[in-house]
Protein backbone atom coordinates (compact mmCIF):
# COMPACT_ATOMS: atom_id res chain seq x y z
CA UNK A 1 0.00 0.00 0.00
CA UNK A 2 1.24 3.68 -0.89
CA UNK A 3 1.75 5.99 1.58
CA UNK A 4 0.92 9.65 1.37
CA UNK A 5 2.19 12.62 3.11
CA UNK A 6 -0.79 14.45 2.76
CA UNK A 7 -4.24 13.44 2.01
CA UNK A 8 -4.06 16.17 -0.83
CA UNK A 9 -1.65 14.02 -2.70
CA UNK A 10 -3.76 11.23 -2.80
CA UNK A 11 -6.89 13.39 -4.22
CA UNK A 12 -4.61 14.55 -6.56
CA UNK A 13 -3.55 11.40 -7.68
CA UNK A 14 -7.45 10.62 -8.06
CA UNK A 15 -8.16 13.85 -9.75
CA UNK A 16 -5.22 13.08 -12.37
CA UNK A 17 -6.37 9.61 -12.93
CA UNK A 18 -9.61 10.59 -13.69
CA UNK A 19 -8.63 13.45 -15.72
CA UNK A 20 -6.73 10.88 -18.25
CA UNK A 21 -9.92 8.33 -18.16
CA UNK A 22 -12.34 11.32 -19.08
CA UNK A 23 -10.17 12.25 -21.72
CA UNK A 24 -9.58 8.91 -23.21
CA UNK A 25 -13.19 8.38 -23.06
CA UNK A 26 -14.26 12.17 -25.06
CA UNK A 27 -11.07 11.07 -27.63
CA UNK A 28 -12.91 7.40 -28.41
CA UNK A 29 -16.63 9.08 -28.25
CA UNK A 30 -15.40 11.87 -30.69
CA UNK A 31 -13.18 9.64 -33.08
CA UNK A 32 -16.58 7.53 -32.64
CA UNK A 33 -18.77 10.00 -33.70
CA UNK A 34 -16.18 11.44 -36.74
CA UNK A 35 -17.23 8.00 -38.24
CA UNK A 36 -20.43 7.84 -40.75
CA UNK A 37 -22.85 5.26 -39.94
CA UNK A 38 -22.41 3.69 -43.43
CA UNK A 39 -19.24 2.72 -42.45
CA UNK A 40 -19.21 1.90 -38.75
CA UNK A 41 -18.76 -1.59 -38.16
CA UNK A 42 -18.45 -3.06 -34.17
CA UNK A 43 -16.39 -6.05 -33.99
CA UNK A 44 -18.93 -9.03 -33.46
CA UNK A 45 -17.00 -10.47 -30.19
CA UNK A 46 -18.34 -10.07 -26.70
CA UNK A 47 -15.02 -9.68 -24.99
CA UNK A 48 -13.48 -6.84 -27.80
CA UNK A 49 -16.50 -4.84 -29.66
CA UNK A 50 -14.07 -2.43 -31.11
CA UNK A 51 -15.56 -0.04 -33.46
CA UNK A 52 -13.98 -0.60 -36.42
CA UNK A 53 -14.65 1.66 -40.14
CA UNK A 54 -14.68 0.06 -43.18
CA UNK A 55 -11.94 2.45 -44.37
CA UNK A 56 -9.66 3.07 -41.71
CA UNK A 57 -7.71 0.35 -41.28
CA UNK A 58 -5.82 -1.55 -44.59
CA UNK A 59 -7.04 -5.41 -44.89
CA UNK A 60 -4.42 -7.79 -43.19
CA UNK A 61 -5.55 -10.69 -45.37
CA UNK A 62 -5.16 -11.86 -48.95
CA UNK A 63 -9.24 -11.06 -49.10
CA UNK A 64 -10.38 -7.66 -49.69
CA UNK A 65 -13.21 -7.72 -47.28
CA UNK A 66 -11.45 -8.85 -44.35
CA UNK A 67 -9.61 -6.41 -41.68
CA UNK A 68 -7.94 -7.19 -38.35
CA UNK A 69 -9.68 -5.64 -35.28
CA UNK A 70 -6.98 -3.24 -34.09
CA UNK A 71 -7.83 -4.33 -30.34
CA UNK A 72 -8.11 -8.02 -30.16
CA UNK A 73 -6.50 -8.49 -33.59
CA UNK A 74 -9.17 -11.12 -34.54
CA UNK A 75 -10.43 -11.44 -38.29
CA UNK A 76 -13.45 -9.53 -39.31
CA UNK A 77 -15.91 -10.25 -42.66
CA UNK A 78 -16.73 -6.30 -43.84
CA UNK A 79 -18.84 -7.82 -46.29
CA UNK A 80 -20.45 -10.24 -43.50
CA UNK A 81 -19.73 -8.08 -40.43
CA UNK A 82 -19.08 -11.82 -38.54
CA UNK A 83 -15.85 -13.01 -37.80
CA UNK A 84 -14.05 -14.27 -40.70
CA UNK A 85 -14.75 -17.11 -42.87
CA UNK A 86 -11.69 -18.12 -44.29
CA UNK A 87 -12.79 -21.13 -46.82
CA UNK A 88 -16.03 -19.68 -48.11
CA UNK A 89 -16.84 -16.58 -50.11
CA UNK A 90 -19.51 -14.13 -48.68
CA UNK A 91 -22.37 -15.68 -50.80
CA UNK A 92 -21.57 -19.29 -49.95
CA UNK A 93 -21.69 -18.14 -45.98
CA UNK A 94 -24.92 -16.44 -46.68
CA UNK A 95 -26.69 -19.17 -48.12
CA UNK A 96 -25.06 -21.62 -44.95
CA UNK A 97 -26.32 -18.93 -42.47
CA UNK A 98 -29.44 -18.18 -44.11
CA UNK A 99 -31.59 -19.72 -41.23
CA UNK A 100 -30.68 -16.56 -39.13
CA UNK A 101 -32.24 -14.37 -41.70
CA UNK A 102 -35.35 -15.98 -41.54
CA UNK A 103 -35.48 -15.60 -37.80
CA UNK A 104 -34.76 -11.70 -38.02
CA UNK A 105 -37.98 -12.17 -40.28
CA UNK A 106 -39.83 -13.44 -37.74
CA UNK A 107 -38.90 -11.51 -35.24
CA UNK A 108 -39.66 -8.48 -37.32
CA UNK A 109 -42.48 -9.11 -38.00
CA UNK A 110 -43.79 -10.21 -34.35
CA UNK A 111 -42.86 -6.85 -33.28
CA UNK A 112 -44.41 -5.12 -36.07
CA UNK A 113 -48.06 -7.32 -35.32
CA UNK A 114 -47.07 -6.00 -31.22
CA UNK A 115 -46.25 -2.51 -31.66
CA UNK A 116 -43.09 -3.49 -30.90
CA UNK A 117 -39.75 -1.02 -31.50
CA UNK A 118 -35.88 -1.16 -32.19
CA UNK A 119 -34.23 0.70 -29.32
CA UNK A 120 -31.78 3.68 -31.49
CA UNK A 121 -29.12 3.65 -28.96
CA UNK A 122 -27.75 1.09 -26.55
CA UNK A 123 -26.92 2.30 -22.79
CA UNK A 124 -24.40 -0.16 -23.20
CA UNK A 125 -22.00 1.09 -25.58
CA UNK A 126 -19.91 3.80 -24.27
Known sequence: MMSFHHESEFDEMKM???????SYMWRQKMKEDSVSVVEKIYFPNT??????SKTEHPSGS?????????????????DCKVP??????CA??????NESK???????CL???N????????????
Do not use: E
Open 16 to 22: NYWKRRL
Open 47 to 52: NCSMLI
Open 62 to 78: DQTNVQACIKCCGPLCI
Open 84 to 89: SHYDLS
Open 92 to 97: DYKNIH
Open 102 to 108: VDDMILK
Open 111 to 113: ADD
Open 115 to 126: GWRQITKSMHKS
